[in-house]
C-alpha cells in the first residue's frame, strides 16, 4: 500500500501527515505504527531545519508491505539556500537524527542532500520483553 502526503514543514504540517497515514493502522503492528507516527511528526515539524524554511512543502511517501514500511522524505523547493540557524534549531535537528538512528531500521539521505530522508522499519524484528 502506498500513501503519499504533501504537506508544510510546520507542527500542523506534521498532524495533516500523521492524520493521512491513519489507513495504515490496522494494517501493521501497532508499536510499528506509532514509531512511524513519532518519526514522521519529527520530521516533517522540524523541517525547517532540515530543508531550509518554515513552511517549505515536503512530500512524504509511505510504501507498506508485509514485511516493512519504507518512508521517504522530500523537500518540494529545491535550490533554496539553507536560512541560518540558531544553536537552539541545531540542536533540535541533531535529535531528530538520533530517533532516526534509534527508533528505524535504516536510514539515509537521498541524492546527496541533507533535506531529503528515507527510514525503513521492519516488522519481522522480535519486540524487546516488556519491562517488569
Known sequence: MQVDVEAEATPEGAGRTRRALEVLQHHMP???HATLHL???ELVSN?????GGLGNALRVSVDHSASRVRVELHDLQEGQPLRPTTLAEEER????LVLLDEMSDRWGTLEDTAA?????????????????
Do not use: K, M
Open 39 to 41: 518519526l514522521v511528526s
Open 116 to 132: 531529503d530522508v528515507w527510514f525503513e522499519i521492519d516488522y519481522t524484528r522480535p519486540s524487546p520483553p516488556p519491562p517488569h
Open 47 to 51: 523541517g525547517p531545519q532540515h530543508a
Open 93 to 96: 535537528s541533531r535529535w531528530d
Open 30 to 32: 501497532a508499536r510499528a
